[in-house]
């Protein structure tokens, strides 16, 4: 080869390697993208659920995904923090489950400055405060409890004693309660004899269920505003050789696993997981220049062991559709 090809060759490979630093390939665009999936917390598997979701949808688009969260659903100054960071990190998108919305209002209107969309999700409802939320996806928590209410009055034939375990008291509680005494409006002969907090928690579930079984030892029926409190109340009435009924909310893999064993009686299942992987296909479709509705409302079914398998297997998810906000007036 002659010193003049060789050296012609020499500056044919100057000029790719140029043009290949200045013309990143489409998976590099993908893998640009950095985004925050926010819950309150892990203290429960809802929420690991929806990360999982979230975390294995991103990666398929070659994502960096963020998904901190504070220790506890109590600490509402830490998840503001953590927003604040992601913001700080020009982060492309960040979808948040609040602790409280008060409480992230001034972090929403910081990534709208930002230029950054926001998205909510676990919840229609909006979040107040001033900000700009580009979409709220999640169920009707109002309708969903609602048919568990019609479902406890079935299974107690309209007759019995029901005890409410509430979350953390803010509009998550307010509409699952809510939703819940509203369905039991059907039938006059079941009465609520006690409504507590319980935290969210399995642990604090259990505490409050024991006591309310010693109170009211004919209680009939637990309902938990969450799986994890209703595992609670299933936990205290087994170890108290109590039969009662256990009906929450969540269709995490835990109470799936109790309702084959016949443990605790039924969830509202959302499909957690399903949840995260919608989040993120939303989140991909505004980054893309694509418009989406304000409202996304997913899927929500009773579970029971008739029809667990068929939730396992997602043959029971429908898709989203566009919907209405949930608003927190106490009514559906």
């Not at 819950?39 to 901190?68: C, L, M, N």
């Not at 909510?120 to 969903?144: A, D």
């Not at 170890?239 to 039924?266: C, E, S, W, Y």
């Not at 989040?279 to 029809?307: M, R």
């Amino acid at each position: 080869m002659s010193k003049r090809t060789t050296a012609a060759l020499g500056v044919l490979a100057s000029i790719v390697a140029v043009l290949s630093m200045a013309l990143p390939s489409s998976g590099a665009n993908k893998a640009s993208k950095h985004i925050a999936v926010l819950a309150p917390a892990y203290t429960s598997p809802f929420h690991v659920q929806v990360r999982d979701g979230a975390v294995s949808e991103a990666h398929k688009f070659g994502w960096q995904i963020d998904t901190q969260a504070p220790s506890s659903e109590a600490d509402f100054n830490g998840q503001a923090k953590i927003m604040q960071a992601e913001i700080a990190k020009h982060a492309d998108a960040i979808s948040v489950i609040p602790i409280d919305p008060k409480a992230i209002a001034g972090a929403i209107k910081s990534a709208n400055k930002a230029g950054i969309p926001v998205f909510g999700h676990n919840g229609i409802t909006p979040f107040g405060g001033g900000g700009k939320v580009t979409e709220y996806i999640g169920y009707n928590q109002w309708k969903g409890a609602r048919k568990l209410g019609a479902l406890a009055c079935k299974l107690l034939h309209g007759n019995g004693q029901v005890f409410i375990l509430d979350g953390i008291v803010e509009f998550h509680t307010h509409r699952r309660a809510g939703g819940f005494k509203e369905g039991l409006k059907a039938c006059p002969g079941v009465k609520i004899v006690g409504e507590q907090s319980g935290e969210w928690l399995r642990t604090k579930g259990e505490q409050v269920a024991t006591a309310a079984l010693n109170a009211h030892p004919d209680i009939n029926l637990f309902f938990g505003c969450s799986d994890e409190m209703d595992i609670g109340a299933a936990l205290a009435a087994k170890r108290m050789h109590k039969q009662v009924f256990t009906i929450g909310i969540d269709g995490n893999p835990a109470t799936l696993d109790m309702i084959k064993k016949g443990v605790v009686t039924a969830t509202l299942g959302v499909y957690p997981r399903m949840m995260g992987v919608v989040t993120v296909d939303q989140i991909n479709k505004v980054l893309a220049g694509k418009k989406v509705p304000y409202v996304l409302e997913t899927p929500s079914t009773i579970v029971t062991k008739q029809n667990l398998a068929g939730y396992l297997a997602n043959r029971t998810f429908k898709k989203p559709i566009a919907s209405k906000p949930e608003l927190d007036t106490g009514h559906a």
